[in-house]
C-alpha cells in the first residue's frame, strides 16, 4: 500500500475564477460555497466565479476563498472514501487540512481565515514591512545574514519553501538591510516579493493576539487524520495542540521543507495537491524529487484521480 499525503495551498494560489468548474460539476459542494457566503455575511462564491485579480488579492477575501475552494475539492474525495495518511497546509492552508481531517467546521474556519487575513493586514501599516525570497539552499547562511541585520529591526526567515527558496520577512528598512548583507556573503539572487504585509515574522504578533479571540471560542475536536503542523513540521492529532499551533502559526515560519522530510521519512512517497493552482506540487518536487506528486488544480484532474 503507497503511503500518501494530502496537501492544501496557502496565500498566492488563487486566481479569477477558481471554483467555478467544481461548483457546476459538482451539486454536493454547491452547499459549501452557500454556507461561506452565508457566515461570512457576503457573497464570497460571487467573488471567486466572477471578481477580479485585485479583490482577490486582499487578503481578508483571498483567505477564506481558497479555503472554500480546497475544501470542496477535499469534500468529493471524502465522498469517494479516499483517507490520506497524513494531511498538511501551506500557512493558509493548514485550515483546509484541518476541516478536512475534521479538527474544526468549514463554518468555523471559513469565518476565521477572514478575520486572520483581516488582522494580518491591519498588524502592519502598509509599506512598513517587507518581504523578499532568496534563491540559495544555504539556510544557516541566510539566518546568519538576517540576525546580522537585525539591528535595522525585525527580519527573519518566513517560509522555508524549498532548498532554493527561502523567503524572509520584517521591517522594510530591516529586510533592505538584509538583502544588502547576503548580497555581499555572495548571495546574488534576491527577489522581493509584492506583498500586502510582512507575513510569518514578529511583526505579526498582534494579529496572532487579535486571532486567540477568535480560537478560543471554536470547538476543536481530535483530528481523524495526523496532521503535519507547520510550526513543528510534526503529526498532531490533538485538538488543543492543533488550535495552539494556529496561533503560534501568525509570527512563526512555514516549515514547508520540514515538512515533506518528515513525511519522506515516514515513508510517503505520494503527495496530491488540491486546488487552486499547482503551487505545492512544484515546492514538493524540488524538495523531494523521487516523488510521486499529482496537482488537482481542476475537476478533469480530480476526475482523472478518482477514476471510473
Same mark, same amino acid.
Given at each position: 500500500m503507497v503511503a500518501w499525503a494530502l496537501l492544501f495551498p496557502g496565500q498566492g494560489s488563487q486566481f479569477p475564477g477558481m471554483g467555478k468548474d467544481i461548483f457546476e460539476a459538482e451539486p454536493s459542494v454547491r452547499e459549501l460555497f452557500a454556507h461561506a457566503d452565508e457566515h461570512l455575511g457576503f457573497s464570497l462564491s460571487k467573488l471567486c466565479f466572477e471578481g477580479t485579480e485585485e479583490?482577490?488579492?486582499?487578503?481578508?477575501? +483571498?483567505?477564506?476563498?481558497?479555503?472554500?475552494? #480546497? #475544501? @470542496?475539492?477535499?469534500?468529493?474525495?471524502?465522498?469517494?472514501?479516499?483517507?490520506?495518511? &497524513?494531511? @498538511?497546509?501551506?500557512?493558509?492552508?493548514?485550515?483546509?487540512?484541518?476541516?478536512?481531517? $475534521?479538527? =474544526?467546521? &468549514?463554518?468555523?474556519?471559513?469565518?476565521? =481565515?477572514? &478575520?486572520? $487575513?483581516?488582522?494580518?493586514?491591519?498588524?502592519?501599516?502598509?509599506?512598513?514591512?517587507a518581504m523578499a525570497a532568496v534563491i540559495s539552499d544555504d539556510t544557516a547562511l541566510i539566518e546568519a545574514g538576517c540576525r546580522e541585520a537585525s539591528a535595522a529591526g525585525v527580519v527573519s526567515v518566513?517560509?522555508?519553501?524549498?532548498?532554493?527558496?527561502?523567503?524572509?520577512?520584517?521591517?522594510?528598512?530591516?529586510?533592505?538591510?538584509?538583502?544588502?548583507?547576503?548580497?555581499?556573503?555572495?548571495? !546574488?539572487?534576491?527577489?522581493?516579493?509584492?506583498?500586502?504585509?510582512?507575513?510569518?515574522?514578529?511583526?505579526?504578533?498582534? @494579529?496572532?493576539?487579535?486571532?486567540?479571540?477568535?480560537?478560543?471560542?471554536?470547538? &476543536?475536536?481530535?483530528?481523524?487524520?495526523?496532521? =503535519?503542523?507547520?510550526?513543528?513540521?510534526?503529526?498532531? +492529532? #490533538?485538538?488543543?495542540?492543533?488550535?495552539?499551533?494556529?496561533? !503560534?502559526?501568525?509570527? #512563526?515560519? =512555514?516549515?514547508?521543507i520540514q515538512t515533506i522530510e518528515f513525511l519522506k521519512a515516514r515513508g510517503v512517497t505520494r503527495f496530491v495537491e488540491v486546488a487552486p493552482g499547482k503551487v505545492l506540487s512544484g515546492l514538493v518536487s524540488k524538495i523531494y524529487p523521487e516523488a510521486e506528486v499529482i496537482s488537482l488544480s481542476d475537476v478533469s484532474a480530480l476526475n482523472s484521480f478518482l477514476g471510473p
Open positions: 479583490e482577490l488579492k486582499r487578503t481578508e477575501i +483571498t483567505q477564506p476563498a481558497i479555503l472554500t475552494v #480546497s #475544501s @470542496a475539492y477535499g469534500a468529493v474525495l471524502q465522498a469517494a472514501g479516499l483517507t490520506p495518511d &497524513f494531511v @498538511a497546509g501551506h500557512s493558509l492552508g493548514e485550515y483546509s487540512a484541518l476541516v478536512f481531517a $475534521g479538527a =474544526v467546521s &468549514f463554518k468555523d474556519a471559513v469565518r476565521t =481565515v477572514h &478575520f486572520r $487575513g483581516k488582522y494580518m493586514q491591519e498588524a502592519v501599516p502598509e509599506g512598513q514591512g518566513a517560509n522555508y519553501n524549498a532548498p532554493s527558496q527561502i523567503v524572509i520577512s520584517g521591517k522594510k528598512e530591516a529586510v533592505d538591510r538584509a538583502v544588502e548583507v547576503l548580497k555581499g556573503k555572495g548571495l !546574488r539572487k534576491i527577489i522581493p516579493l509584492k506583498v500586502s504585509a510582512p507575513f510569518h515574522c514578529a511583526l505579526m504578533e498582534p @494579529a496572532a493576539m487579535r486571532l486567540r479571540a477568535i480560537l478560543d471560542h471554536i470547538d &476543536f475536536k481530535d483530528a481523524a487524520i495526523p496532521v =503535519v503542523t507547520n510550526v513543528d513540521a510534526a503529526p498532531q +492529532t #490533538s485538538g488543543k495542540v492543533l488550535r495552539d499551533s494556529l496561533e !503560534r502559526q501568525v509570527p #512563526s515560519p =512555514v516549515k514547508w
